[in-house]
Nanobody, 123 residues
Framework: QVQLVESGGGLVQAGGSLRLSCAASGRTFSSYAKGWFRQAPGKNREFVAAINWSGGSTNYADSVKGRFTISRDNAKNTVYLQMNSLKPEETAVYYC????????????????WGQGTQVTVSS
């Protein structure tokens, strides 16, 4: 059974930092691109960041550039999202996803998803 499990969410004050992790089990995702998405209440799911299989290529939503960093450790089958200078409007459930091939911002092109982790940023 393939599983992606996110962790690291929680409550943080505006301007604070959190580091999300996404551990994969059931198969090896080392050759897969990984992405982070988020969904706030009443809003559509939106792309946050993505990383290719080697970690040599990343892309970010404009809204998080310079504040968020995506990285991966293939030996641990884990992808990370370091989030700095968090804003209240970034309160959402954050999901990791995996797909074969290259990165994309399109959530529908990721076949594997985690259950999500809640991030709440207080003002």
């Amino acid at each position: 059974q393939v599983q992606l499990v996110e962790s690291g969410g929680g409550l943080v004050q505006a301007g604070g930092s959190l580091r999300l992790s996404c551990a994969a089990s059931g198969r090896t995702f080392s050759s897969y691109a990984k992405g982070w998405f988020r969904q706030a209440p009443g809003k559509n799911r939106e792309f946050v960041a993505a990383i290719n299989w080697s970690g040599g290529s990343t892309n970010y939503a404009d809204s998080v550039k310079g504040r968020f960093t995506i990285s991966r450790d293939n030996a641990k089958n884990t992808v990370y999202l370091q989030m700095n200078s968090l804003k209240p409007e970034e309160t959402a459930v954050y999901y990791c996803a995996a797909r074969p091939g290259g990165t994309t911002t399109a959530d529908l092109l990721y076949p594997y998803w985690g259950q999500g982790t809640q991030v709440t940023v207080s003002s």
